[in-house]
């Protein structure tokens, strides 16, 4: 790290389909209900990609507002990462097609810690930033889930949307990124995963046909106990290593995953549930996307302000989860980008 050098969010940007799937588009497919989805969830409606829409494209587009807020031209981004596993192909890196899209020269890769893509995106850039690597680092956060799901398998296909979200990292003279916290637990990869479609079992008409190239998950249950522990303790190392409280926390912006999850990080911490941002009711689980939509809605909306202490947090498959820590350094946009 070179001494003095500290990253900061510049702005944020976020793109949603704009095919708005409300749950009742489920009842007809599978054994389920509006009400079932919302008590237990959250979610009232989550966004599909359409006919040329990919992560590519809404990457793109997410990252495009994002420097537009900042005021800085895409030509001036020293690093793009995509965070994804939904990629728009195997090879080459989505980055590829948003670097190409964007007209940048920078280099670019995708990071696949899925829906906590981001959370690990925003530590490495900021790394990147810090040790004087890159000046300006682009994360982007995005995924087309709809194009994995099996819409027969009502324990899934309920839960997951489409969409973008991205953010500018940029030098500052204080910290904006305090610090992250990165976790990994392998040995639990089979709770939830795609199993067909890579090197282990290629895809075949067999494996089509058993929808063995889609999400999988086991023991929903499992993984919401995991994932509200593990949160958690995440947050409190985070806390801890800056020496602040969780009563310092302005914001609360969470992977949106399960409403009832979020609000019960928030409880484990102590912190009031005013202060948890939930915006899972009109995009669904966005995977690697969620965070930095959530972001976008709440600075845009208003609710975060320069000088906020925001904490994000999530969880999910590998099993990956992290925390940042996040001093809010960019003023409310008035672009409406
Ligand atoms: O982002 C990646 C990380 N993923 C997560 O964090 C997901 C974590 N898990 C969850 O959010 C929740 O476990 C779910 C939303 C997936 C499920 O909620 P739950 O309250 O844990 O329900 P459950 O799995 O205990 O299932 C309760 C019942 C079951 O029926 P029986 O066995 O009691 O007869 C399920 O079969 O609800 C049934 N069920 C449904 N019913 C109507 C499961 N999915 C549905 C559905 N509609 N879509």
């Given at each position: 790290?070179?001494?003095?050098?500290?990253?900061?969010?510049?702005?944020?940007?976020?793109?949603?389909?704009?095919?708005?799937?409300?749950?009742?588009?489920?009842?007809?497919?599978?054994?389920?209900?509006?009400?079932?989805?919302?008590?237990?969830?959250?979610?009232?409606?989550?966004?599909?990609?359409?006919?040329?829409?990919?992560t590519?494209?809404?990457?793109?587009?997410?990252?495009?507002?994002?420097?537009?807020?900042?005021?800085?031209?895409?030509?001036?981004?020293?690093?793009?990462?995509?965070?994804?596993?939904?990629?728009?192909?195997?090879?080459?890196?989505?980055?590829?097609?948003?670097?190409?899209?964007?007209?940048?020269?920078?280099?670019?890769?995708?990071?696949?810690?899925?829906?906590?893509?981001?959370?690990?995106?925003?530590?490495?850039?900021?790394?990147?930033?810090?040790?004087?690597?890159?000046?300006?680092?682009?994360?982007?956060?995005?995924?087309?889930?709809?194009?994995?799901?099996?819409?027969?398998?009502?324990?899934?296909?309920?839960?997951?949307?489409?969409?973008?979200?991205?953010?500018?990292?940029?030098?500052?003279?204080?910290?904006g990124?305090?610090?992250?916290?990165?976790?990994?637990?392998?040995a639990?990869?089979?709770?939830?995963t795609?199993?067909?479609?890579?090197?282990?079992?290629?895809?075949?008409?067999?494996?089509?046909?058993?929808?063995?190239?889609?999400?999988?998950?086991?023991?929903?249950?499992?993984?919401?106990?995991?994932?509200?522990?593990?949160?958690?303790a995440?947050?409190?190392?985070?806390?801890?290593?800056?020496?602040?409280?969780?009563?310092?926390?302005?914001?609360?912006?969470?992977?949106?995953?399960?409403?009832?999850?979020?609000?019960?990080?928030?409880?484990?911490?102590?912190?009031?549930?005013?202060?948890?941002?939930?915006?899972?009711?009109?995009v669904?689980?966005?995977?690697?996307?969620s965070?930095?939509?959530?972001?976008?809605?709440?600075?845009?909306?208003?609710?975060?302000?320069?000088?906020?202490?925001?904490?994000?947090?999530?969880?999910?498959?590998?099993?990956?989860?992290?925390?940042?820590l996040?001093?809010?350094?960019?003023?409310?946009?008035?672009?409406?980008?």
């Open positions: 790290m070179t001494p003095g050098r500290h990253a900061r969010i510049a702005a944020v940007g976020s793109a949603l389909p704009r095919r708005v799937v409300p749950n009742r588009y489920f009842e007809s497919l599978v054994e389920t209900s509006d009400q079932w989805i919302v008590e237990r969830t959250g979610i009232h409606a989550r966004r599909f990609a359409g006919a040329g829409e990919t590519a494209s809404l990457s793109t587009e997410a990252a495009r507002r994002a420097l537009a807020s900042a005021g800085t031209a895409p030509e001036a981004v020293d690093l793009l990462i995509v965070a994804t596993c939904t990629p728009d192909r195997p090879l080459p890196s989505t980055a590829a097609f948003v670097q190409a899209r964007l007209g940048m020269s920078c280099p670019a890769f995708d990071l696949n810690a899925a829906c906590a893509g981001f959370v690990y995106g925003i530590s490495v850039g900021t790394s990147q930033v810090t040790a004087g690597a890159a000046d300006r680092v682009l994360v982007v956060g995005a995924e087309v889930l709809s194009r994995v799901l099996n819409m027969t398998d009502r324990t899934t296909c309920v839960l997951f949307g489409d969409g973008a979200g991205a953010a500018l990292l940029e030098p500052g003279e204080d910290a990124v305090i610090d992250s916290v990165l976790a990994m637990d392998g639990q990869a089979e709770l939830l795609i199993p067909a479609g890579g090197s282990e079992e290629p895809t075949t008409a067999e494996s089509l046909a058993k929808l063995r190239n889609t999400i999988h998950m086991r023991d929903g249950q499992a993984v919401f106990k995991q994932a509200v522990v593990a949160m958690a995440a947050a409190t190392e985070l806390l801890d290593k800056a020496g602040l409280q969780p009563s310092d926390v302005d914001t609360v912006v969470a992977h949106q995953a399960n409403a009832r999850i979020i609000l019960a990080v928030g409880k484990r911490l102590g912190i009031d549930p005013s202060k948890v941002f939930l915006d899972i009711a009109e669904g689980n966005t995977s690697a996307a965070i930095p939509i959530a972001l976008d809605r709440a600075w845009r909306s208003g609710r975060l302000s320069r000088g906020d202490l925001v904490l994000t947090a999530a969880f999910g498959a590998g099993l990956a989860w992290g925390a940042n996040i001093r809010w350094t960019a003023d409310v946009p008035n672009d409406h980008a």
